[in-house]
């Protein structure tokens, strides 16, 4: 990835959020609201500020989210190199996209949004 990603102060990373949130309905509908964010994890960002994700401290894959196509795998990996070993995301594309990661699906949940996505919950399986 030309735009490797920079540990950061939680300040920075839900301000690239917040406008990644702005400018995108897409990640805005599949990423927590910035004030969400714990206190308590580890962020990083992209040099550009328009690409990031989070690891809490059990170790999960938050907030990944990116305003420019093509980053996502290197996203996911800098995410595994760095301790992420399970995640949460949204029925639809996200659940097959992590399984080709090594990831695989612990636990199922309805959304609590009526006729919203299940909830997939998963782990890092090697």
């Known amino acids: 990835m030309t735009n490797a ?5 939680r300040t920075l990373y839900t301000g690239a ?3 990644a949130r702005q400018i995108s309905d897409r990640i805005a509908d599949a990423t927590s609201k910035p004030d969400e964010m714990p206190h308590d994890a580890r962020y990083f960002i992209t040099a550009d500020f328009r690409s990031g994700f ?4 059990e170790g999960a ?6 305003l420019e196509k093509g980053r996502g795998t290197e996203l996911v990996r800098a995410s595994l190199r760095e301790g992420a070993s ?3 995301c949204f029925d639809g594309f996200l659940p097959e996209y ?3 990661f090594g ?5 199922r949940l309805p959304n ?12 890092l399986s090697h």
């Open 5 to 9: 990603v920079h540990p950061v102060h």
């Open 17 to 19: 959020l917040r406008q």
């Open 112 to 123: 609590w949004t009526p006729g919203g996505p299940d909830v997939v919950f998963m782990t």
């Open 86 to 88: 399970k995640l949460d």
């Open 103 to 107: 990831f695989t699906e612990t636990e």
């Open 98 to 100: 992590y399984r080709q």
């Open 61 to 66: 894959l938050i907030g990944l989210f990116s």
């Open 54 to 57: 989070g690891i809490d401290a």
